[in-house]
């Protein structure tokens, strides 16, 4: 299983869902080392904002950086 089909997996499975507005409380790096440590091995930022992407959440680039921001609401197991 590749990176972005393991955090597909992990949204789907419902450790996070999609919200009205952008979560600027955590960026997608902050993102993916909570993805991480519920699944248990390295993700790497790209793919982590490719598996957003094909879920169809919305993003918001921070600029000067390789991070987003997304319309992301995790589960509270996962906070």
């Known amino acids: ?3 972005t089909e393991a955090v597909i997996n ?3 499975q419902g450790n996070a869902r999609k919200r009205k507005t ?3 409380k955590v960026s997608s ?3 993916k080392h909570i993805a991480e440590r519920s699944i248990g091995r390295y993700i790497g ?3 982590f904002i490719e598996a957003m992407d094909i879920l169809g959440f919305e993003k918001k680039e921070i600029k000067g ?6 319309n992301i609401h995790l589960e509270k197991k996962n906070e």
């Not at 950086?65 to 997304?70: E, Q």
Request: net charge neutral; aromatic share 24%.
């Open 65 to 70: 950086t390789p991070n987003y921001f997304f």
């Open 29 to 31: 790096y902050g993102l």
């Open 10 to 12: 992990w949204v789907l």
């Open 1 to 3: 299983m590749t990176e």
């Open 45 to 47: 930022n790209s793919s």
């Open 22 to 24: 952008i979560n600027r």
